[in-house]
């Protein structure tokens, strides 16, 4: 009887929390990409995304049961292992529920935009050393990223001393964005979330000594209310000669523009500074073109299935998960660092024991 | 008990013949990639490779039963596909004993090299129209090639008149290649096989008027004695004023560098025309530099992958497969053209009936 | 007798004030270059370099007069304008003293360091309003910016905000670079000068509210007693919504790395984003590579080409200069209040009337 | 008096003969861009060209005179060499005639389409020893074919048995070029003559051994009246295990589309393999893309230049031509076997000798 793997207990059962756009994508991931990830149970607040998931021909021959509840789901028979696709307001609270439940989560980034909620997530995963608590930070795991860190690791370009790193979004003029903007923590946060976190991965996490920033309305001003910006650019010095800048944006017309370079004192390396959705490339009276990648999931859908193999196999064979929540919380303070910035037009500065100081 | 979809009978249980590279390839491709796939079995006639398989964790985990012999393999209960990955000169034999045992078939390129035992294989699937068999031409199913086509068809490029397609190899200096080309039918028909594919796909099966091909032996000089070259560049001319061209190569320095360019009347698609492994770029004191991927296998995994999905899904949804038997019989009618022009140094020409002419 | 054009008038006696690397480069261009440009003197105060312009055979055989004082060639009998290629600190007096004199005048960027200076210059240009005296912002002929801007011109891009601009040197070696520092104002005075320009240029010179740098030393500590550093990042903030970003460098690896990308409200022009010797590209074990152009000269060589023919057509034909004195005085406002900000820390403000403001 | 260079005897009086597209262009080359260059004289036939030249503001200024006869231009007092670009079929007999008047000449290629035509201007050169005469294949004078000829002769890329070579020109649709086509030999003598040239000279002038071309018509079809075709494809096999293969098309929607690879024992070199006007790329909703250059004129104006300059050199320096008639010889000898292969359907092969051979 039985099937796959399940006699063996090399199987690892698994909920997805959150129905949202990427919620769906991780659960479609687990089911086609992780063959030792069994879905068991999803879950969502939204009584539109549960209906749609009830009548779902996968959910359905796949078995996964559909909750109304978070609480609830995490009850569910037999659960070993959440993923948290939840909106980040609850990120942190979710986090530690499951694991005060004794579950090992994947919690998708930001852990959330408050720090001491980030503490206290972090302290929770500290208190059971059993569970895998892993932080969601998707470009870790994309092929390209983890070729340039292992020539910058095997001394291709020397000491890595500048990094620009890019997050441009398509323009959405659908609406959907700007009510997603209201509960992101501004475009520091969540957006340049990632190039911060690439920055300090790169150069093994310096100690930040000043950040500024700058910004722009230029699609959606109704962001103003939401003290954000629609394009903005920052700067961040680190102590010890080092210095990332970045540029975030809502507006692009060609599509997901997600670009990184690490400078070093003997060479450069470059991440996709001339995105290309595919190897296509059209050759008529308006010269050569190729198309972009439209949003984040074409240009890292093999990323979350690497994420979410390396989780699945960090759990079952008891191993280090390959990105920690601690990860989350300097990736945090310089991107709200970043985003007081732009609002205040002051620089903002630390110490090297991190400690905010001000300009006499 | 039971598990994922296993209710619904939407599960569909294959086995893989073959335990070479690619059969290995194929049944990690079917784990990892295929969610309604259920590899049940496989088979070598060599037994360092049903060793390898009978000690591989994966396939005691997914309970896969290895057999010796194909013959048995296709006895296994409840087997319902096969995926026919073994060496060229039986895929045509075991894809007809498939046949005969009732069961779908998924058979690698080419069907064989011998055009009569072509026919015979599709003959065979015409007398069982209710299984699905399928022929594998893998670049048929990249994502790039597709787009290409699509462009194509909807007339981006106004009439498509000519094909430039390349199929260059990494050179091998492992001998493994030598020893795999003594049976392959020659470099026309091993590698250019999918090029005359694409041709033949992107311009609609036009009938081929003359073949001639050149070669010459630069890094593999035992061929001689198989006939064949490590470098070839041949020329299809084709009745209604359209024409193909292919260089094939074992000896590249750079990597696997597989290239299209369709012209059409008012513009031209190129695919691949500039390989690379991915998106990263070094600049160094050498200037910039991208590397390749050193074989199809990095180049075409994904076209893989959706090759075995969409063929899981034609059997489970009783669809038409995407590629049918027939497509092979004209491919390597033009792949053996050229390479009897390679070894005569004549025009092979053909009527617009597609019978053998000669010149007067 | 006679020769070209000599009868008609329509040749400029022209002389070349300075004989380093770029004086010399400019006899060049004037020589061969320009049809209707005769180099009638050079001068140098550096006794080698006007020593070996005396046994330069061109010189000699174009009957080019050499000087060993400014104010002596400025005498030069039939001299119609000057081109200055001095050092920084004299670009402004030499500018002065050859309007007083009645010559027309292209003086190479910066004017000078000092914005007094920049004003008095200026000033002595207005006053001769049947002079044309031009600043030389070279970037500004060249073909690829100058495609671009009509591009954004003709609204490709829709309303440009956002220009991010690098110039990033080859690493020197050699000490010339770090003797030439001495007296250059800077590296955002020195090298981001020209980025400013085009940030100016492309976006409609918006006024700037704030300024932002830092920098880091990591090839040439010595450049701290200069108050200087080797790699630097700069933010300005116009009033307007409208945002420039650069990055200046003396220490890259690969080569000249000069690009510019400005975005718009309807997409994104870029400027040689992935820098290119020529045209070729080597294949080989390390993957695929291209050479990159070791100085500017090789990237702006044409136009410093198209500079001195529209200079000189300028003054034959009397029209308007295609850049005028005045655009280097903004350009060096911003210059000097980024270089400040990289020393003090602090974000430098002005008003929309240009003031400086400072913080509360 | 005099000017530039006069006295020293250092300059080279020389004259454009046919002021068609090209011959303007020489002339225009030679005022700006060649300084040891005076252009005394230019002929046509045409009275449209030489009113047009007689009327020119340059032609006036720089003293250049306008003949309506070859042969009396060639009387021209001080004439000291002429640049002959006038139609194809008089090239040979107009080298001829200057060599025979002690003119030295620089001669657009092709030669002729006669090959008793090319021999009698090879062998009339060789009769005068002292004159400098040199055939036009600009392409050897682009610094990206020389960049990749240096790398091919510095091993690189080890023997180089393999040549790539296409010559696209952009659709004419004004009728200009049906009408020029009616002269020029036929698409593999008037377009691929240049990439034949290109493979013979990064292969060291291997002995061709067969050649075989395909072709057709599908914007042209007036072609077929003058035996030519608007696409064609052409293989050369030569002596000692080398190939090139050709594209040639007059059909190009994005532009003059020139590209060359190289392929050696260890690595491949390509020249252009991704035309591109210039240094910019817009990015819009289309995604990215680049212009090409429109025709040859942009792709290889520098090349002119280059061309004239050395010419000049060679004959003021008394130094070798750069490139030799008896170049042409061969070039044209493939050439004219590919056009008779087209037309045919026949392989044209030569022995080692380089005779003709009929198959058994």
Redesign the interface.
Same mark, same amino acid.
């Given at each position: 009887?039985?099937?796959?793997?399940?006699?063996?207990g090399?199987m690892l059962n698994i909920a997805v929390a959150g129905l949202g756009r990427m919620g769906k994508r991780h659960v479609a991931t687990l089911?086609?990409?992780?063959?030792r990830a069994?879905v068991v149970a999803v879950c969502s607040a939204a009584p539109h995304e549960t209906e749609w998931a009830r009548g779902n021909q996968?959910y359905?021959?796949?078995?996964i049961k559909v909750y109304d509840s978070y609480d609830d789901m995490l009850n569910h028979q037999g659960l070993q292992a959440v993923w948290i696709s939840t909106s980040t307001d609850v990120h942190a609270s979710h986090t530690i529920k499951a694991v005060e439940k004794g579950l090992h989560v994947l919690c998708e980034k930001p852990l959330s935009t408050d720090l001491n909620e980030v503490s206290a997530a972090i302290a929770a995963a500290e208190s059971r050393p059993d569970l895998k608590v892993m932080a969601g930070f998707s470009r870790r795991f994309d092929?390209?990223y983890r070729?340039?860190y292992q020539?910058v690791k095997s001394n291709?370009?020397g000491?890595p001393?500048?990094v620009?790193s890019n997050t441009c979004d398509l323009l959405d003029e659908t609406g959907f964005f700007v009510a997603y903007a209201k509960r992101n923590g501004g475009i520091f946060v969540d957006c340049t979330i990632h190039d911060i976190d690439l920055a300090l991965w790169f150069m093994d996490s310096p100690a930040p000594k000043?950040c500024?920033a700058?910004?722009?309305?230029?699609?959606h001003p109704e962001l103003a209310e939401s003290h954000d910006v629609d #394009?903005g +650019?920052g *700067?961040v010095?680190f102590y010890g000669?080092?210095?990332a800048?970045f540029?975030a944006?809502r507006?692009?017309?060609?599509?997901h523009?997600v670009c990184t370079e690490i400078?070093g004192?003997?060479?450069?390396?470059?991440?996709?500074?001339?995105?290309?959705? #595919?190897? +296509?490339? *059209?050759?008529?009276?308006?010269?050569?073109?190729?198309?972009?990648q439209p949003e984040y999931w074409q240009r890292f859908e093999d990323a979350f299935a690497t994420e979410a193999q390396e989780f699945v196999t960090a759990v079952l064979d008891d191993n280090k998960v390959p990105v920690s929540l601690e990860t989350g919380f300097l990736v945090m303070k310089i991107g709200r660092a970043l985003q007081e910035s732009l609002m205040t037009?002051?620089?903002i500065k630390f110490n090297e024991q991190g400690e905010r100081i001000e300009?006499i």
């Open positions: 009887m039985g099937s796959h793997a399940e006699k063996s090399k089911l086609n990409r992780v063959a069994r996968d359905i021959d796949f078995d092929a390209s070729d340039a020539k291709t370009i000491e001393y500048l620009r000043s500024f700058v910004g722009t309305l230029k699609h #394009n +650019v *700067v010095e000669g080092k210095i800048y540029h944006s507006t692009q017309a060609h599509g523009d400078s004192t003997q060479g450069k390396v470059m991440v996709n500074v001339i995105p290309k959705a #595919n190897n +296509v490339v *059209v050759a008529d009276r308006t010269g050569m073109r190729h198309e972009v037009g002051k620089v300009d």
